[in-house]
């Protein structure tokens, strides 16, 4: 059973989240982002939960100081903040998803399950979508009637951002992951390749690449039967 972390300096929130999610993972807590960051070194996390605002080290300070060392694990934020700006800040850090207090025990399940089942994406070789194979084997896209090659950045960069459908991440984040941290390459490296990606997948329609203006740029998966009516 999955092990998920959630860090929180309110006792009876961390108690309140526990309880929503105890049934389907093994849950366990910390008061702060000092306190979380030794349990994650110590091995055994698979998802963290933080809340922002927290003594010590709150949740955007460990949210970046865990991305700096590497670790790719899910991570939710949640906060009494709700502004573009607080949000814009948790993402360009690398949240992979937001979510406002109060909020429903319902959605915070959904949430966890689907970030979870992109995090295993992740972990593949291979991604096939409606029919269309994304292989890192290969540096290759195919289906039965197509075949297409790509230079290994720009797979590198199509597949990092499909193993995460609908997380955004800032040119930062994917210039770091797919050049490293000390590459002279700049932000405009990344923009060129997303054009170069796009014009390669231009006849495949199972999934885009969405610039997200002021964010960065995300994976959007097409609706399986676009043109039928509910």
Not at 71 to 77: A, K, N, S
Request: glycine share 6%.
């Amino acid at each position: 059973m999955a092990t998920i972390l959630i860090v929180d300096d309110d006792r009876n929130m961390r108690l309140l989240t526990s309880a929503r999610l105890e049934n389907t993972y093994t849950v366990v807590t910390a008061n702060d982002g000092v306190e979380a960051l030794e349990m994650l070194h110590k091995g055994g996390i698979d998802f963290i939960i933080a809340d922002v605002m927290m003594p010590r080290m709150d949740g955007y300070e460990l949210l970046q100081t865990i991305r700096k060392e590497g670790y790719t694990i899910p991570f939710l934020l949640l906060t009494a903040k709700e502004s573009f700006e607080d949000k814009k800040k948790g993402f360009s850090l690398g949240t992979d998803d937001y979510m406002t207090k109060p909020f429903s025990s319902e959605e915070l399940l959904w949430r966890v399950n689907a970030l979870f089942r992109r995090a295993n994406i992740s972990q593949n070789k291979t991604i096939v979508i409606q029919g269309v194979t994304v292989d890192s084997s290969k540096y290759a896209v195919y289906t039965d009637t197509q075949y297409i090659e790509f230079p290994k950045k720009e797979f590198d960069l199509l597949f990092k951002l499909l193993s995460y459908p609908d997380q955004i991440f800032s040119k930062e984040q994917l210039l770091d992951s797919i050049w490293g941290m000390n590459s002279d390459s700049g932000e405009e490296t990344v923009k060129t390749h997303i054009s170069r990606i796009r014009n390669r997948l231009q006849d495949i329609h199972a999934f885009t690449i969405t610039t997200i203006k002021g964010l960065g740029y995300k994976a959007d998966i097409a609706k399986e039967n676009p043109n039928e009516s509910c």
